[in-house]
């Protein structure tokens, strides 16, 4: 029994026009039901994925902290010189700005924001807020002030208070890039000795680089040789492949931890067999690093090898050496080529997925091999800066969408080329 069709039921003496616009309109419907069917995955990834990623880049740029608590000395500094400490009448707003605040947690806020910018602010901000109420003329505020802490009358916290006025910075982004703002307002590299990210940064991508590197030079001939293998026990050895998949990472690099240990497995057989007279150093440090990210992220290399290798057909190697080139040859030429797209996406997926990785490195490498993710998570869970962990998210999404972009075109041109 055939099943029913949406087409609705047209005389067959209908007029050409009303039968066309019949068919329209049953194909209208069954594109809006075939839309209302996708709407809760549209919902569920607007939830899930495009507001995160927007308030993501909101707070990368927000700057609230001096504009809520300091309006009125934030007015008080607009068209002052900032080369001196200013006028009464700015010791008078922020004293009434303190004194404003609801609690404390409100001035520990505008502290710790000020103490980013110039170590010292916030023992001077919770100081004069423990102080408060301070009362009188604004010369005798600031007479007041001047007595409790000598340091308003330097400029730079004054600095730093107009420096932030506004509710909007670009202050954490350029940071993320060692870059920052100087006192009149102007984009310039920060000293040698307080540039940080840009090495974090060149540092994430190397290792990602060398973990994709490994990972495609052990995923290729193992996915060529699964390609190669009868269906069944193909998927038998791709259960194998696949059983990373179903372990906890932490589990994985506790495993880590205990194969290349000093006195772990991994050392014990080399030196039993000779190869090594003492330990070799292979845990908290990037060796230990490069290795657990390599078995971890190896399944995502040779899935996508393996899908384009199995559609390659072996008839095209075979034609090759029949018509006078070497095996090798042919594979190289004839073959590999024909993998591309796999190698493309694989490495890809590989060097995205290494890129924002934060366990692993943090249990097994050392200082000096931790990457981005880690500085994100301090900036969250200890400095309780939120901006500055927001600028650095910002930095892997783009540079994210950037190698994305690149294989997109890059691909296009192959195809093109095709």
Not at 66 to 75: D, F, G, I, Y
Not at 185 to 214: H, K, N, Y
Not at 215 to 239: D, E, F, G
Request: contains cysteine; positive net charge.
């Amino acid at each position: 029994m055939h099943a029913a069709t949406s087409v609705p039921l047209v005389p067959a003496e209908a007029p050409p026009g009303e039968l066309r616009r019949a068919l329209a309109r049953a194909e209208a419907r069954r594109k809006w039901r075939a839309f209302a069917l996708t709407v809760p995955l549209l919902v569920f990834l607007l939830l899930t994925l495009l507001v995160p990623i927007v308030a993501l880049l909101q707070r990368a740029v927000e700057n609230p902290e001096v504009a809520n608590a300091l309006p009125r000395t934030v007015r008080a500094l607009d068209g002052w010189n900032r080369k001196e400490a200013p006028a009464p009448a700015a010791f008078a707003a922020i004293a009434a700005d303190l004194g404003q605040l609801p609690d404390s947690s409100d001035a520990g806020a505008l502290a710790r924001r000020l103490n980013t910018e110039i170590a010292g602010a916030r023992s001077l901000v919770m100081g004069t807020f423990r102080a408060l109420p301070i009362a009188g003329t604004p010369e005798e505020v600031k007479a007041r002030m001047l007595e409790l802490d000598p340091r308003w009358g330097e400029a730079p916290y004054w600095q730093a208070i107009a420096k932030n006025g506004s509710r909007w910075t670009p202050d954490y982004l350029l940071a993320s890039l060692d870059l920052r703002r100087d006192v009149a307002g102007e984009v310039e590299r920060m000293p040698a000795d307080q540039r940080a990210f840009a090495g974090i940064l060149l540092r994430t991508f190397q290792i990602s680089a060398v973990v994709t590197f490994f990972c495609l030079l052990l995923a290729y001939p193992l996915a060529w040789w699964l390609s190669t293998l009868p269906a069944r026990k193909a998927n038998v050895l791709m259960i194998l492949v696949l059983v990373p998949f179903w372990t906890s990472i932490l589990v994985r690099v506790a495993a880590w931890i205990v194969l290349l240990q000093s006195e772990g497995l991994v050392n014990r057989g080399l030196m039993g067999i000779g190869l090594i007279d003492h330990p070799l150093a292979l845990l908290f440090n990037r060796t230990g690093v490069i290795i657990a990210m390599v078995h971890i992220l190896l399944p995502f290399m040779i899935l996508p090898l393996y899908s384009v290798m199995k559609s390659v057909p072996p008839t095209y190697l075979r034609a090759a050496v029949s018509l006078g080139s070497s095996p090798l040859a042919a594979f190289f030429r004839v073959y590999v080529p024909q993998t591309y797209p796999g190698i493309g996406a694989g490495a890809l997926l590989v060097f995205i997925l290494a890129i924002g990785y934060y366990v692993t490195p943090a249990l097994l490498g050392g200082a000096d091999d931790q990457m981005l993710s880690y500085y994100i998570a301090r900036y969250t869970n200890v400095e309780i800066n939120w901006g500055m962990a927001c600028a650095l998210g910002s930095v892997l999404l783009v540079a994210t969408l950037v190698l994305y972009a690149v294989y997109r075109r890059i691909g296009k041109a192959e195809l093109s080329l095709g």
